[in-house]
């Protein structure tokens, strides 16, 4: 059973940072492409960030192009989002994706997470 578990969402000015943490369970993490998705009401679930399995690979969706870096640390079976120049549009609820997918192409594709966390808030106010 893969289990997600986000942390580091909070509420942050306009113009701030936060770094969003998801630690997976189990010990095949490497095994894993890993990603972020959002959620605004009333919106779908969109496609933030996502990191191919060995970390060599990633893909922002344009909007956080520049302000956004995903990472991953292996040894600690951990995924991050690193978010900087936040602004309002950016609040959302997110989550943590993991899949076994091995290739890198289609790491922005929903379809291709088996896996979800529970989300974690993020509020940017103006």
């Known amino acids: 059973q893969v289990q997600l578990v986000e942390s580091g969402g909070g509420l942050v000015q306009a113009g701030g940072s936060l770094r969003l943490s998801c630690e997976r369970s189990g010990r095949t993490f490497s095994s894993y492409a890993m990603g972020w998705f959002r959620q605004s009401p009333g919106k779908e679930r969109d496609f933030v960030a996502a990191?191919?399995?060995?970390?060599?690979?990633?893909s922002y969706t344009d909007s956080v192009k520049g302000r956004f870096t995903i990472s991953r640390d292996n040894a600690k079976n951990t995924v991050y989002l690193e978010m900087n120049s936040l602004k309002p549009e950016d609040t959302a609820v997110y989550y943590c994706?993991?899949?076994?997918?091995?290739?890198?192409?289609?790491?922005?594709?929903?379809?291709?997470?088996?896996?979800w966390g529970q989300g974690t808030q993020v509020t940017v106010s103006s």
């Open positions: 990191i191919s399995r060995s970390g060599g690979t990633t």
């Open positions: 994706v993991a899949s076994g997918y091995s290739g890198t192409i289609y790491l922005s594709q929903r379809d291709l997470y088996k896996y």
